[in-house]
């Protein structure tokens, strides 16, 4: 079967650094994709992990491990904007598993 | 510019009634989605074509149709509306071969009384 973890919510202070876990259970899995979502908003794609490592991206990064099944989104330099709700979305044959996503609360 | 549309962005109608949602890319790709999102954020997926043609079709009550006339345009029809139809909508369109990228449209808002 299927199945995707991701903490409902996550609370930071602004200027910190924060980490967005994500395991999955899936068959056929290609990659794992982020994406951010806004209140009110659609959501936008952040990053995608085909291979394990690190991958960055100006203040955000997104790392995997295959063998783990895990990966995660880190948000360095936390800004107020960045308050949203983080999608991990692995791709499992034709499609993109989705969530219900993290809820990002940044507090000054 | 635009990439990906929706019309309507917000919908209010009574249960019973037949609405159509329409969508539309203009970045060329060939692959397009409709998605439903629940009022706790749940995303899921409800259908997808590849140039025209149905690839995924999720389990969904038959009162959800699709139809897309092109590969730019992704339409909606729902009939009967129920009062647990009532979220959000999105449209989004990818490269088949890059579905891990997806654009979404604005979403439409349904709220069925």
């Known amino acids: ?108 | 510019d635009t990439a990906v549309s929706q019309t309507p962005k917000y919908l209010v109608t009574q249960m019973g009634n037949d609405k159509s949602i329409k969508c539309e890319q203009n970045l060329g790709h060939d692959t397009m989605y409709w998605y439903k999102q629940d009022s706790k954020k749940f995303l899921k997926i409800m259908f997808s074509y590849n140039n025209k043609e149905l690839i995924i079709n999720e389990t969904v009550p038959n009162r959800f149709s699709p139809k897309s006339p092109d590969k730019a345009h992704l339409n909606l029809h729902i009939n009967s509306l129920e009062l647990g139809d009532s979220a959000v909508y999105f449209c989004a369109s990818s490269q088949l071969d890059s579905r891990e990228t997806q654009y979404f449209g604005p979403g439409t808002r349904l709220l069925v009384l």
């Not at chain 1, 794992?32 to 990053?47: K, N, R, V």
């Open chain 1, 1 to 108: 079967g299927q199945s995707l973890e991701q903490p409902s919510e996550v609370t930071a202070v602004e200027g910190a650094i924060v980490q967005i876990n994500c395991t999955y259970q899936t068959s056929g899995f290609y990659g794992l994709s982020w994406y951010q979502q806004h209140d009110g908003g659609a959501p936008t794609f952040l990053s995608y992990n085909a291979l394990d490592g690190l991958e960055e991206t100006g203040r955000f990064s997104s790392f995997l491990s295959r063998s783990d099944s895990y990966g995660y989104l880190l948000l360095q330099e936390l800004q107020m904007k960045d308050s949203a709700s983080y999608f991990c979305a692995p791709q499992s044959n034709y499609q993109l598993i989705w969530g219900a996503g993290t809820k990002l609360i940044i507090k000054p």
